[in-house]
């Protein structure tokens, strides 16, 4: 080992298990030194009080924190409630080390990707006198951060969140300095799918404060990342008037109706779109659909003069991905049995509606856009050969 070059000591290292990499490190100077930035670069943790205490000591060793460029973590089942807030010191313990480590988060100055991955399934929120685990940890842990927001965090390019649950939370207003400079935003948002819950106020305000607080305050994304596991966009709203992401190259949309008509008021997803025909290169919609309100014979819009818009506009795409969610029952009319339109329902917000005359020109134009894609691709790996 002592005689190889250190470039490929260094490579065999970057390949390494990472307990192999805490073995290595224990053998000699040279080894700690080289393997240390890679056992440190990625530092993975869970909702134990082992874990977050291992994240605090890591980020105030001045010798490993700025070897450190992701955090990734991943929530472990909690209880389902803390029965007394005061009385479990346990939980407690957990809770108040968790927005220890992460307040100490602008100690890691190389620090580029933050990654949380809760739990997915939505908790019952229970009587007044529980407490349920996850929402808790999730309210830590945005706390934490909103309270790094007074230490710069320059090199910090990339968020992601999984499972994040749709309630309202106040620190988000408190994020903005972290959120700026982010180049990369994933979310995933985990709502409550209860009978009417669609129209609850919560929801509103979380979906409101996701568009006007959280993705207003992203200015420097190139790619933007946002799925959930209810169908928004009108109800609840997403509305992105104060969306502006001038470098954006990249857009993915899940589960969302994508076009709405208001008076002028209001940017739905297509109108955001389109604002940034410019830039952006990659589209992907999944199950994203069009409304139809109650009592209509027809949707507010149908595809084919979104897909005609997007051709005509989106002069940068080169990749196009789209996937509509298949419906509950094979169709009878011979279609290909995707679902593309979605009828509002006074109970569920937004249900799957199938049958919709007049949307004949949706297949032909969306094939117009993906030959103009497709053609847009060639020509630009042609220039890259070339």
């Known amino acids: 080992m002592d005689k190889l070059p250190t470039e490929m000591l260094v490579y065999i290292i970057k390949n390494l298990a990472p307990e192999d990499l ?66 479990c010191d346990k939980d407690l313990e957990l809770f108040k080390c968790v927005e220890k480590s992460y307040a100490s988060i602008y100690l890691a100055t190389r620090l580029e990707r933050l990654f949380f991955t809760f739990d997915d399934m939505y908790p019952w929120l229970g009587d007044d006198d529980d407490y349920p685990s996850q929402p808790v940890l999730q309210y830590a842990i945005l706390s934490a951060l909103a309270s790094t927001t007074s230490h710069p965090h320059p090199s910090l390019r990339s968020l992601t969140i999984e499972n994040l649950l749709a309630l309202n939370n106040p620190h988000w207003s408190l994020m903005a300095p972290l959120l700026s400079g982010l180049h990369s935003l994933k979310i995933h948002v985990l709502a409550d799918d209860t009978d009417c819950s669609f129209d609850s106020d919560e929801l509103h305000e979380f979906y409101d404060a996701l568009s006007s607080v959280v993705l207003a305050a992203c200015t420097s994304l190139r790619h933007l990342s946002l799925s959930g596991t209810r169908m928004v966009g009108v109800l609840p709203r997403i509305d992105f008037r104060m969306v502006n992401c001038p470098h954006l190259t990249m ?42 309100l109650i009592g209509d014979d027809a949707p507010v819009r149908f595809w084919s003069p979104v897909w005609t818009r997007f051709a005509e506009t989106l002069t940068a795409l080169t990749k196009l991905e789209i996937k509509f969610d298949a419906p509950w029952d094979p169709p009878e009319d011979g279609t290909d049995g995707e679902v593309r339109y979605f009828l509002e329902d006074s109970k569920y917000g937004f249900i799957q509606h199938g049958d919709v005359e007049g ?24 220039l890259s050969s070339a």
């Open 251 to 292: 857009l993915s949309l899940k589960s969302m109706i994508l076009s709405w008509d208001e008076d002028g008021t209001f940017c739905s997803a297509e109108d955001f779109i389109v604002r940034h025909a410019g830039t952006l290169e990659s589209l992907k919609l999944i199950g994203c659909g069009m409304a139809m």
């Open 359 to 382: 949307k004949e020109d949706d297949i032909p134009a969306f094939e117009a856009l993906k030959a103009v894609v497709d053609s847009r691709r060639e020509n630009k790996r042609g």
């Open 22 to 87: 805490r073995r290595l490190r224990a053998t000699n100077k040279q080894m700690k030194d080289l393997a240390s930035p890679t056992a440190f670069s990625v530092v993975k943790v869970t909702n134990t009080v082992r874990s977050m205490e291992g994240l605090f000591y890591l980020l105030n060793e001045s010798g490993i924190c700025g070897m450190i460029e992701s955090i990734e973590f991943s929530e472990s089942e909690l209880p389902a409630f803390i029965e007394s807030w005061e009385e």
